[in-house]
């Protein structure tokens, strides 16, 4: 199979899709054989002119274009004009919004013969493992879609691939309220609100007793990854990728540890009053005091069982995205959201950060 190298990215405007047009654009700016043309669909009308630029070189950029996700001819004049030969999708919304949204773009993606790949929405944990969180299902109609229309492509002069890229949930929200000059970078494109472990607030809310494993991937090395899948010469069905997998109280711990410096103090007579979290004074002889203390972020867990999370859960929901909150907790009690490969990082160049190196650059101190 060609590999891509026109590649349109449908919500390339939003949160994840933006750090992924930013690698596709770092990638072409590294190999401009490879990739050739980054172009970027959105609902907006007031897009004409404007593009999302490469922050490594400014020269190249990913114009946005105007499309309407209930016409498939609005999407395929667009693929068609640019001759584009991979779509993906970075969609949100809605369920019966983002259903028909993203089979309209397959549509039309499948009616314009230089298509040969789609990606649709997952960008979490993956779709098809997770019961307990129902806003998780508006994901699958599309798989199936895609599923039908691969094997119906396999005996055609047209074949066709998709991937789903699978990445955990976003180490990114671990750096919310973090207290450096340049702070707010840490969320990169993302919205900005703490997830589970909160700690500018010295809280975390967490699933089950905080044994459970999570996959953690910043959204600047999903942008990676899938840049560089793009150049494999074939796509897997299941694009999982991971920075690091660690528990929520490991994060807590390295939170704690990362966060802090060791002093040692004498004090003659009297014991001053003293701030940080742990400390611990020795009385060495008669009226000296060797004071010993970790000053650190202290982070207050809230574990939840199941039964808590199910009595904290709101029986009439007024949003679409409901519970989605303690359903997804639920799901990492389950164990639904275990992530047993990691196949782009065997197949790319990427070394993606680790949850101790994303710590220790937005909670650390300082040298
Ligand atoms: N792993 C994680 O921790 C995590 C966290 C957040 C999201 N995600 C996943 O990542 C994917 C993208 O999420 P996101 O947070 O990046 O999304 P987002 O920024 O909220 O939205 C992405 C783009 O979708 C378009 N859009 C919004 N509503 C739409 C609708 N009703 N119909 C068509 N297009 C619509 C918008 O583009 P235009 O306005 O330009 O059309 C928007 O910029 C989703 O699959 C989401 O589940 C994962």
Redesign the pocket.
């Known amino acids: 199979m060609p590999k891509s190298q026109k590649i349109a990215v449908a919500?390339g405007?939003?949160?994840?899709?933006n750090h992924i047009v930013e690698g596709l654009l770092e990638l072409q700016s590294r190999s401009p054989t490879s990739i050739t043309k980054v172009i970027v669909l959105?609902?907006?009308s007031t897009t004409k002119g404007s593009y999302i630029q490469s922050p490594s070189s400014p020269d190249l950029h990913a114009p946005i274009i105007s499309v309407d996700?209930t016409s498939v001819s609005s999407i395929s004049n667009v693929l068609s004009e640019h001759q584009i030969d991979t779509v993906i999708s970075?969609?949100?919304?809605?369920p019966s919004?983002?259903i028909p949204?993203q089979e309209t773009l397959l549509q039309a993606a499948l009616s314009v013969p230089t298509v040969h790949r789609f990606a649709p929405?997952?960008?979490?944990s993956d779709s098809e493992q997770i019961e307990s969180a129902p806003l998780y299902k508006m994901k699958l109609p599309i798989l199936k879609s895609l599923r039908e229309v691969k094997v119906r492509r396999s005996s055609s002069l047209l074949p066709f691939e998709f991937t789903k890229f699978v990445?955990?949930?976003?180490m990114n929200h671990l750096g919310f309220g973090n207290p450096k000059p340049n702070g707010s970078q840490a969320l990169g494109h993302?919205?900005s609100f703490p997830y589970i472990v909160d700690i500018s607030n010295g809280t975390a809310d967490v699933p089950g007793d905080g044994n459970d494993k999570i996959w953690y991937t910043t959204a600047e090395d999903v942008g990676r990854f899938v840049a560089e899948a793009t150049q494999l010469d074939e796509w897997p069905e299941e694009s999982t990728m991971v920075g690091d997998v660690v528990t929520t109280n490991q994060v807590i711990e390295m939170v704690e540890r990362i966060s802090g410096e060791l002093c040692i103090a004498v004090f003659r007579t009297h014991i001053p009053p003293f701030p940080p979290i742990f400390c611990a004074h020795i009385r060495v002889i008669d009226d000296v005091f060797l004071f010993i203390a970790f000053s650190g972020k202290k982070i207050t867990p809230r574990y939840n069982t199941e039964a808590q999370l199910f009595a904290r859960m709101d029986p009439n929901p007024t949003s679409w995205t409901g519970n989605h909150y303690l359903e997804s907790f639920l799901s990492i009690v389950r164990g639904e959201r275990v992530q047993k490969t990691s196949v782009l990082n065997e197949l790319t160049s990427v070394k993606p950060m680790t949850v101790e190196d994303y710590l220790q650059k937005w909670w650390g101190k300082d040298d």
Request: glycine content about 24%; overall charge neutral.
């Open positions: 919500g405007t939003g949160g994840v899709g959105s609902r907006s996700y970075t969609l949100v919304g809605e919004q983002f949204a929405s997952e960008f979490g990445c955990g949930i976003f993302l919205r």
